[in-house]
Protein backbone atom coordinates (compact mmCIF):
# COMPACT_ATOMS: atom_id res chain seq x y z
CA UNK A 1 0.00 0.00 0.00
CA UNK A 2 2.86 2.05 0.05
CA UNK A 3 3.51 4.39 3.14
CA UNK A 4 0.57 6.02 3.94
CA UNK A 5 -0.76 3.57 6.08
CA UNK A 6 -0.02 2.19 9.00
CA UNK A 7 -1.52 -0.42 11.30
CA UNK A 8 -4.69 0.44 12.03
CA UNK A 9 -4.61 -1.38 15.68
CA UNK A 10 -6.58 -0.10 18.93
CA UNK A 11 -6.49 -1.83 22.26
CA UNK A 12 -9.89 -3.48 23.68
CA UNK A 13 -11.04 -0.95 25.55
CA UNK A 14 -13.77 -0.73 28.52
CA UNK A 15 -16.09 2.05 27.78
CA UNK A 16 -18.82 3.62 30.37
CA UNK A 17 -22.39 4.76 29.13
CA UNK A 18 -23.47 8.07 30.43
CA UNK A 19 -25.56 5.96 32.88
CA UNK A 20 -22.43 3.73 34.20
CA UNK A 21 -23.08 0.54 32.37
CA UNK A 22 -19.50 -0.71 31.24
CA UNK A 23 -19.21 -2.40 27.75
CA UNK A 24 -16.40 -3.52 25.94
CA UNK A 25 -14.73 -2.28 22.60
CA UNK A 26 -13.21 -4.11 20.56
CA UNK A 27 -12.23 -5.47 16.61
CA UNK A 28 -14.62 -7.92 15.79
CA UNK A 29 -13.38 -11.37 14.51
CA UNK A 30 -14.55 -13.94 12.52
CA UNK A 31 -16.47 -15.79 15.14
CA UNK A 32 -18.68 -12.93 16.25
CA UNK A 33 -19.70 -12.52 11.96
CA UNK A 34 -23.36 -13.87 13.23
CA UNK A 35 -23.97 -11.04 15.35
CA UNK A 36 -22.57 -8.33 13.18
CA UNK A 37 -24.92 -9.41 10.75
CA UNK A 38 -27.65 -9.59 13.19
CA UNK A 39 -26.78 -5.95 14.48
CA UNK A 40 -26.70 -5.05 10.78
CA UNK A 41 -30.25 -6.43 9.87
CA UNK A 42 -31.51 -5.23 13.22
CA UNK A 43 -30.28 -1.51 12.58
CA UNK A 44 -31.37 -1.20 8.94
CA UNK A 45 -34.43 -1.74 10.19
CA UNK A 46 -34.50 1.03 13.32
CA UNK A 47 -33.72 4.12 11.27
CA UNK A 48 -34.31 5.76 8.05
CA UNK A 49 -30.84 7.25 8.42
CA UNK A 50 -28.93 4.69 6.81
CA UNK A 51 -28.51 3.83 3.29
CA UNK A 52 -29.84 0.43 2.48
CA UNK A 53 -32.96 -1.38 3.61
CA UNK A 54 -33.09 -4.33 5.85
CA UNK A 55 -34.17 -6.67 2.23
CA UNK A 56 -30.69 -5.26 1.22
CA UNK A 57 -28.51 -6.47 3.86
CA UNK A 58 -26.35 -9.43 2.82
CA UNK A 59 -27.60 -12.54 4.34
CA UNK A 60 -24.57 -14.44 4.49
CA UNK A 61 -22.75 -15.16 7.43
CA UNK A 62 -19.76 -16.72 5.48
CA UNK A 63 -19.55 -13.52 3.60
CA UNK A 64 -19.56 -10.90 6.84
CA UNK A 65 -16.87 -13.53 8.57
CA UNK A 66 -14.65 -12.37 5.10
CA UNK A 67 -15.55 -9.00 5.06
CA UNK A 68 -14.56 -8.83 9.14
CA UNK A 69 -11.25 -10.90 8.14
CA UNK A 70 -10.53 -8.73 5.78
CA UNK A 71 -11.14 -5.11 7.70
CA UNK A 72 -8.58 -7.13 10.44
CA UNK A 73 -5.72 -8.08 7.61
CA UNK A 74 -5.92 -4.70 5.57
CA UNK A 75 -3.66 -1.76 7.10
CA UNK A 76 -5.67 0.48 6.00
CA UNK A 77 -9.39 -0.51 7.48
CA UNK A 78 -10.64 -0.63 10.40
CA UNK A 79 -13.59 -1.85 12.69
CA UNK A 80 -14.15 -1.79 16.06
CA UNK A 81 -17.45 -3.00 17.77
CA UNK A 82 -19.25 -2.38 21.29
CA UNK A 83 -20.26 -5.19 22.92
CA UNK A 84 -22.89 -5.33 25.38
CA UNK A 85 -22.37 -9.11 27.11
CA UNK A 86 -22.50 -10.86 23.71
CA UNK A 87 -24.33 -8.79 21.83
CA UNK A 88 -23.53 -6.50 19.28
CA UNK A 89 -24.97 -2.81 19.92
CA UNK A 90 -22.70 -0.38 17.81
CA UNK A 91 -20.07 -0.63 15.29
CA UNK A 92 -17.78 1.92 13.30
CA UNK A 93 -15.63 1.13 10.50
CA UNK A 94 -12.80 3.32 8.69
CA UNK A 95 -11.98 2.93 5.12
CA UNK A 96 -10.40 4.52 2.26
CA UNK A 97 -12.17 6.83 0.12
CA UNK A 98 -9.22 5.77 -2.87
CA UNK A 99 -6.31 3.71 -2.90
CA UNK A 100 -4.58 6.08 -5.80
CA UNK A 101 -2.06 8.38 -4.70
CA UNK A 102 -4.24 11.63 -4.74
CA UNK A 103 -7.19 10.14 -2.83
CA UNK A 104 -5.64 7.91 -0.30
CA UNK A 105 -4.66 10.31 2.67
CA UNK A 106 -8.87 10.44 2.71
CA UNK A 107 -10.45 8.49 4.91
CA UNK A 108 -14.78 7.64 5.26
CA UNK A 109 -15.86 6.86 8.55
CA UNK A 110 -19.57 5.16 9.38
CA UNK A 111 -21.17 4.50 12.44
CA UNK A 112 -24.48 3.15 14.07
CA UNK A 113 -25.36 2.16 17.06
CA UNK A 114 -28.91 -0.09 18.14
CA UNK A 115 -31.94 2.63 19.00
CA UNK A 116 -32.59 1.10 23.00
CA UNK A 117 -28.79 2.51 23.21
CA UNK A 118 -28.77 5.67 21.49
CA UNK A 119 -28.29 8.85 23.67
CA UNK A 120 -25.96 7.76 26.29
CA UNK A 121 -22.76 8.63 24.33
CA UNK A 122 -22.02 5.30 22.65
CA UNK A 123 -21.75 7.34 19.51
CA UNK A 124 -19.77 9.54 20.93
CA UNK A 125 -17.35 6.92 22.00
CA UNK A 126 -17.56 5.27 18.81
CA UNK A 127 -16.42 8.59 16.39
CA UNK A 128 -13.52 9.26 18.94
CA UNK A 129 -12.11 5.43 18.03
CA UNK A 130 -12.78 6.13 14.16
CA UNK A 131 -11.06 9.62 14.79
CA UNK A 132 -7.95 7.25 16.81
CA UNK A 133 -7.94 4.66 14.14
CA UNK A 134 -8.21 7.24 11.27
CA UNK A 135 -5.33 9.08 12.64
CA UNK A 136 -3.26 5.40 13.73
CA UNK A 137 -3.07 4.98 10.07
CA UNK A 138 -1.81 8.05 9.16
CA UNK A 139 -5.12 9.66 6.93
CA UNK A 140 -5.19 12.99 6.41
CA UNK A 141 -8.92 13.77 6.27
CA UNK A 142 -11.86 12.02 7.83
CA UNK A 143 -15.23 12.13 6.24
CA UNK A 144 -18.94 11.19 6.54
CA UNK A 145 -21.75 11.25 5.21
CA UNK A 146 -25.00 12.06 6.59
CA UNK A 147 -28.65 12.26 6.15
CA UNK A 148 -29.37 16.37 5.89
CA UNK A 149 -32.12 16.19 8.54
CA UNK A 150 -30.16 13.39 11.04
CA UNK A 151 -29.93 15.97 13.85
CA UNK A 152 -28.66 13.38 15.91
CA UNK A 153 -25.43 12.84 13.95
CA UNK A 154 -25.03 16.02 13.04
CA UNK A 155 -25.02 17.54 16.79
CA UNK A 156 -22.54 14.58 17.39
CA UNK A 157 -20.09 15.17 14.23
CA UNK A 158 -20.15 18.57 14.75
CA UNK A 159 -19.04 18.50 18.38
CA UNK A 160 -16.16 16.53 17.35
CA UNK A 161 -14.62 19.17 15.17
CA UNK A 162 -16.24 17.51 11.88
CA UNK A 163 -17.41 20.84 9.23
CA UNK A 164 -19.78 20.75 6.92
CA UNK A 165 -18.37 21.12 3.21
CA UNK A 166 -21.22 19.91 0.76
CA UNK A 167 -24.44 19.17 0.50
CA UNK A 168 -26.31 16.95 -2.32
CA UNK A 169 -29.79 17.52 -2.87
CA UNK A 170 -31.97 14.86 -2.87
CA UNK A 171 -29.30 12.43 -2.43
CA UNK A 172 -31.77 9.79 -0.80
CA UNK A 173 -34.78 8.26 -2.53
CA UNK A 174 -37.11 6.71 0.17
CA UNK A 175 -39.62 4.27 -0.86
CA UNK A 176 -42.32 5.97 -0.02
CA UNK A 177 -41.11 8.66 -3.22
CA UNK A 178 -40.14 11.10 -0.54
CA UNK A 179 -36.36 12.51 -0.72
CA UNK A 180 -33.55 13.72 1.88
CA UNK A 181 -30.47 15.72 0.98
CA UNK A 182 -26.95 14.55 2.36
CA UNK A 183 -24.30 16.31 3.75
CA UNK A 184 -21.36 15.61 3.88
CA UNK A 185 -18.72 16.75 6.57
CA UNK A 186 -14.96 16.22 7.15
CA UNK A 187 -12.46 16.45 10.43
CA UNK A 188 -8.50 17.74 9.34
CA UNK A 189 -6.49 14.46 10.99
CA UNK A 190 -3.20 16.97 11.28
CA UNK A 191 -1.86 17.09 14.31
CA UNK A 192 -0.35 20.33 14.92
C1 LIG B 1 -26.05 8.89 15.14
C2 LIG B 1 -25.81 7.88 16.23
C3 LIG B 1 -24.60 7.01 15.89
C4 LIG B 1 -25.55 8.60 17.56
O1 LIG B 1 -25.35 7.63 18.57
P1 LIG B 1 -25.64 7.95 20.09
O2 LIG B 1 -25.08 6.82 20.87
O3 LIG B 1 -27.06 8.28 20.29
O4 LIG B 1 -24.72 9.25 20.29
P2 LIG B 1 -24.38 10.06 21.63
O5 LIG B 1 -25.26 9.60 22.74
O6 LIG B 1 -22.92 9.99 21.85
O7 LIG B 1 -24.69 11.55 21.19
C5 LIG B 1 -25.94 11.92 20.70
C6 LIG B 1 -26.07 13.43 20.83
O8 LIG B 1 -27.25 13.87 20.13
C7 LIG B 1 -28.05 14.64 21.03
N1 LIG B 1 -29.43 14.49 20.58
C8 LIG B 1 -30.34 13.55 20.93
N2 LIG B 1 -31.48 13.74 20.29
C9 LIG B 1 -31.31 14.81 19.49
C10 LIG B 1 -32.13 15.50 18.57
N3 LIG B 1 -33.37 15.12 18.31
N4 LIG B 1 -31.61 16.59 17.94
C11 LIG B 1 -30.32 16.99 18.15
N5 LIG B 1 -29.51 16.37 19.02
C12 LIG B 1 -30.00 15.29 19.68
C13 LIG B 1 -27.74 14.07 22.38
O9 LIG B 1 -28.10 14.99 23.39
C14 LIG B 1 -26.24 13.87 22.27
O10 LIG B 1 -25.54 15.09 22.39
P3 LIG B 1 -24.73 15.47 23.75
O11 LIG B 1 -23.73 14.36 23.97
O12 LIG B 1 -24.11 16.76 23.42
O13 LIG B 1 -25.78 15.51 24.80
C15 LIG B 1 -27.06 6.96 16.45
O14 LIG B 1 -28.17 7.80 16.71
C16 LIG B 1 -27.38 6.08 15.26
O15 LIG B 1 -26.81 5.02 15.11
N6 LIG B 1 -28.32 6.51 14.43
C17 LIG B 1 -28.76 5.74 13.27
C18 LIG B 1 -27.69 5.56 12.25
C19 LIG B 1 -27.05 6.87 11.93
O16 LIG B 1 -27.71 7.88 11.81
N7 LIG B 1 -25.73 6.81 11.78
C20 LIG B 1 -25.00 7.94 11.33
C21 LIG B 1 -25.02 7.92 9.86
S1 LIG B 1 -24.06 9.22 9.24
Redesign the pocket.
Known sequence: MGDVFRVMRVEERKITT?KGVDMKLRTPTADDAEKVLAFRRD?AG??I??TRYPYEIENSVEKERDIISNYQRAEHLGMMAIFDGDKVI?VTSVSPVGLNFKTRHRASA??????E???????????DLAIEMAENCGYERLE????AD???????YK?KGFVDCGQIPQAFKMMDGKYHDEILMSKNLWRH
Open positions: KVETYLGELVVRKYWNLGLGSHLLLSVFNARALRLK
